[in-house]
């Protein structure tokens, strides 16, 4: 069952201009069947909202945008740009009711909007609109997301994306706008009422935002498994970091992306903060806060994951307790997309070095983790037999991920995610190596339910 829905923002933005521009032309809402609002992409400013119309005079798309926007357009108002488009193939104006109707409009909305003043309906769509074009390229899951997973609703909750580094394995606008803090309250709320077992508090970093401490102690308190996904820089604050034990936070995952300072600060782009971040983790686990280790794969550190084991034993996992486990990702996507297109590593590039730095952790006792959501195939592993997922991934999990021709026939397919389709398009599928023979996992039964690319 789907967890329930969480409350609207940014759609709730998009909807406030429908029905803004509703008003204006008088319409009943129920004759605006579709609606769309965008901005134009850089450095071109303003915004087009597209209304598909069903009147009793017929069908059509009415296109309204800043005056500024449109370079051709049926009419100019003092603040609006008007235009339309036919819905169903046919001249609007071939029709003579429809005719009338887009007159009358014209007329309608010349006189309305002729002077600089803007009269009061006018206002009010230009003001919604204002209120949604910092956001327009974003989503509410950028902010939030509740999902069900193999053990029950998981609720992921970004807090905004400032941040004291800029990795460039991070799919996140540094200089996009935050919600108001409030609404965070309430989505953790909506979160808990849906019976989330699961709760991470992500950003940006999300230690610089202010109401960190207070979600992570409702969260726990609550009983959901509480994680904060942290780089550990603020974490050097003593102060500051026993506030954040004192709130019962379950685990922190820490993002290290290397065991050297000139890999790691080439990837965060934040020169100096290797060696905090480290300093952060040695504090974390001296005053007992369980901490997880992530570590995202991509060229520059592909060839050093052997290294990034051997550092993260020598350095957190002998000397100190509380390391919880090390995982290993591919990168969900980048803001630089053409970055992202360069940046992902094949499979059979990292395969050697993951497979050493797996063995070493688990050598030693940690838990290393490489599949899920973000992770790699199995076969990006020597021997993918030798591992026993829990569980395969839910069709609410798989996102775009899909197979590809080697994994036909593949014996550890059941319980495999398979790639992200990006990694197709930017690695084809050369990396990918099927297991052949007997199913490699006891018992099994089907397979997962999946795509396949033809």
């Known amino acids: 069952m789907a967890p329930a829905p969480l409350s609207p923002f940014v759609g709730a933005l ?15 809402p129920s004759q605006a069947v579709a609606f769309s609002l965008a901005a134009p992409p850089p450095p071109t400013p303003g915004w087009i909202a597209s209304l598909t119309l069903s009147l009793p005079e017929g069908d059509l798309i009415l ?59 006018v206002r009010a769509l230009l003001d ?63 979160m808990l009422s849906a019976g989330a077992r699961s709760v991470i508090l992500s950003g940006g970093e999300p230690t610089r935002h202010p109401s960190l401490l207070d979600l992570a102690r409702r969260a726990h308190a609550a009983g959901a498994h509480t994680i904060v996904e942290t780089n550990a820089l603020r974490l050097l604050d003593d102060d500051y970091r026993r506030a ?37 983790i040695e504090a974390c686990l001296r005053d007992g806060l369980p901490v997880g280790i992530h570590c995202v794969v991509e060229r520059a550190n592909a060839s050093s994951l052997a290294a990034h084991a051997d550092f993260v034993v020598a350095r957190f996992a002998r000397p100190l307790r509380g390391l919880r486990r090390v995982s290993y990702s591919l990168p969900t996507r980048y803001a630089d997309q053409e970055r992202y297109r360069r940046g992902l590593a094949p499979v059979d590039a990292l395969r050697p070095g993951l497979t050493a730095a797996l063995r070493t952790l688990r050598g030693a006792g940690v838990e290393a983790r490489f599949l899920g959501m973000g992770g790699f195939p199995l076969c990006a592993v020597e021997d993918p037999r030798a591992e026993r997922p829990a569980a395969a991934l839910s069709e609410g999990e798989r996102g775009d991920r899909v197979y590809a021709r080697p994994c036909e026939g593949c014996a550890v397919r059941p319980w495999c995610g398979g790639v992200p389709a990006a990694y197709l398009e930017a690695c084809g599928e050369g990396g990918l190596r099927p297991v052949r023979g007997a199913s490699a996992v006891d018992g099994a039964k089907g397979e997962q339910p999946g795509r396949s690319v033809p």
């Not at 998009?14 to 009943?28: I, K, N």
């Not at 235009?83 to 009711?97: I, K, M, N, W």
């Not at 956001?135 to 902010?143: A, G, H, I, T």
């Not at 995952?253 to 952060?280: E, K, Q, Y």
């Open 128 to 190: 919604a609109v204002d209120r949604y074009l910092p956001f327009s390229r974003l989503s509410d899951e950028s902010y939030r997301l509740l999902m069900d997973g193999p053990d029950g609703a998981a609720g992921i909750l970004w807090l905004g994306f400032g941040c004291d580094q800029d990795c460039v394995v991070c799919w996140q606008d540094r200089a996009a706008p935050s919600p108001p803090p409030e609404l965070f309250s309430r989505w953790l709320d909506e």
């Open 14 to 28: 998009a909807m406030a201009v429908r029905e803004a521009l509703v008003a204006l032309l008088a319409l009943d």
């Open 244 to 280: 954040l034990l004192a709130t019962g936070v379950d685990e922190l995952s820490v993002s290290l992306h290397a065991a050297d300072a000139v890999t790691s600060d080439a990837i965060t782009r934040a020169p100096g903060t290797h060696a905090r971040t480290v300093a952060g």
């Open 63 to 121: 296109d309204v945008a800043g005056v500024t926007t449109a370079r051709d357009a049926w009419f100019r108002t003092a603040h609006l740009a008007w235009s339309y488009r036919s819905s169903g193939g046919r001249d609007p104006f071939s029709q003579p009711e429809l005719a009338r109707w887009l007159h009358a409009l014209r007329e309608t909305a010349t006189r309305l909007d002729r002077s600089p003043l803007a009269p009061p309906p």
